[in-house]
């Protein structure tokens, strides 16, 4: 029996369209060919495709598998090239002996220099090559991404993750490549219909564990099971930060049923998704006012969270205002993560119990508080490498469990212990501390630059967690950002403009 030809390619990158920088191919790891299949068992949206791909007996026919940390708007030369070597292997693959179906790994909040929608640019490109026009087409996507009528118009079945923070990465790309496999053995061609809320939630309120996105994915979980011509309903959080027409809150369904029956399943979403558009609006401490309640207490650790230097986000992850309370508030026993590959290039040649003049972090953006001079006391340095404690982990979806901060170093400074990156790497497990000697359950405070994701790794040993505001390009306060593109109205920002 012939085995079924499915061919796999995947392109991720969250774009934050208001931080300065282009993301350029220096940014991307880039994986071709047959080094896509040594994924299998990383725990990544790829492994999970490779596990059902085996499990089902396809022949895969890998071409490239591009991702990036979110970071500025990428150079639309990237998105070209992965095109164009999408496009030529898909040729050749129909050319030389026929294809049965197209699985992609994507995220769904890209944005290039040229392009507000490349993933549905890609989607229809796929479409447009003679012989793919009716492949069964299926794709896993992420929880922020911002939906667009074009990426539903051209697949078959787009699959959301449902956890945030996204737990369930590799899995929600096991039920996508599941459906894919389904579709293949009945014969069916489901489609996808989508609907945009005119709401866009900052990060922060987009925990999967609070309202409103419990109540919202509850009630995707009961469509799918009242209707079984719906094979997956996603909910989509959006990616706030991305100034694109169609940014924010969205539903999609993938389906075998009616146009009118969908449509009445979106209305329900979208129904429940405006009647609590209140409980997405994060609170958020002062950040004085956090410490000082924080210096009251005893035992630890106690997690500052500060979105607005959110490095799953797309910023810096370099901003010094946390550090800074934690300085002014004499908070001993305590530790911050801060990428700035300068300051670790300055302690190349230093050895342990070195005191060393430093300039420490607020280099990557105009809206932080700046640099922190000071002298400070040299620990350790190591190359940065580390294997996540959690193969579930919030950052495992394109980068697998094995994780490179490059180049790093811990230094003191005053009772805190700072642990510089060359890379900005989210905080979203445990063993990037205990990688460089840092036990953080004998923290007494801990500075995390995320918004959602840490949560995974972080609440299960908190004895408390503040979420503090503080400069930053991943800000809370969306009604600051200069969006060009968003459509209108879309609330809270058209709600507070009109106040």
Known sequence: ????????????????????????????????????????????TISGFLEVAEAEGWEVVPVADYAAMPSGTVDHAVFEQFSNELDTSLREALADGGLE????????????TRSVDPEGDLLAAIRGVPGAETLPLFAVFDLHANFTDKMASHANGLVGYRENPHIDSR????????????????GARPRVLARNAPIIW??????????PMRDLEQLARRIEAQNPEIWEASVIAGYSFSDVPQ???????????????????????ERLAIELREFGRPQEWDLDDALSEIGKKRGGPYIVVEPADNIGGGAPGDDTAVLRGFLRHGFTNSAVIIADSAAVAALADARPGDKRRLSIGGKGSRLGVGPLEAEVEFVSRSDGAFTLEDRNSHMVASRGIHIEMGPSAVVRLEGVTILLTSLKTPPNDLGQFRSQGIVPEKLFAIGVKAAVAHRRAYDP???GSYTVSTPGPCTSELVTLPYRRLRQPVFPISHERKQ
């Open 461 to 463: 040993i908190a004895a």
């Open 247 to 269: 940014a924010g809150v969205a539903f999609c369904v993938t389906t075998t049923g009616s146009e009118r029956d969908a449509g009445r399943a979106l209305d329900e979403l």
């Open 1 to 44: 029996m012939k085995k079924h030809r499915i061919l796999l390619a995947g392109i991720f990158h969250e774009t934050h369209s208001f931080v300065e920088e282009l993301t350029s191919f220096n940014d991307f790891t880039i994986k071709r060919g047959a080094e896509i299949l040594e994924r299998t068992g990383d725990g990544s």
């Open 202 to 211: 900052a990060p922060p309120g987009t925990g999967t564990a609070d309202r």
């Open 101 to 112: 179906g197209i699985w992609l790994s994507l995220h769904g909040a890209m944005v290039t």
């Open 171 to 186: 899995d929600s790309a096991v039920r996508s490549a599941q459906m894919l496999a389904r579709a293949l053995k009945e």
